[in-house]
């Protein structure tokens, strides 16, 4: 349940919903799987040699095998999409 007025959730609250429509909505969000990223972490050693052979590693992680694995879903943007998959 939401219950708090939280900066980041009074700043984003639309004008033309009440504050407890919006509330349900966003518990609504939260509880909804499909909204939320499918992802996994993982110590792969394979997985994270694949990484550093494409360069696809941040060079804070080059030296550990910590994997993290974001799959796509069809309501992301453009934006975010071409962000997470460079």
């Keep these: 349940m939401v219950s708090t007025k939280d900066n980041m959730l009074v ?3 639309p004008s033309d919903i009440s504050w407890a429509d919006y ?3 966003c518990e609504l969000a939260v509880n909804t ?3 939320h990223s499918d992802e996994y972490s993982t110590e792969d050693e394979n997985l994270a040699q694949e990484e550093r052979n494409a360069n696809k590693r941040i060079e804070k992680h080059l030296n550990t095998n910590s994997v993290i694995k974001v799959r796509a879903k069809p309501w992301r943007s453009t934006r975010v999409r071409n ?3 460079f």
Excluded: M, V, W
Aim: aromatic content about 8%; overall charge negative; hydrophobic content about 35%.
């Design 23 to 25: 509330l349900i909505d």
């Design 83 to 85: 962000n997470l998959y």
């Design 33 to 35: 799987s499909d909204l």
């Design 11 to 13: 700043e984003c609250h």
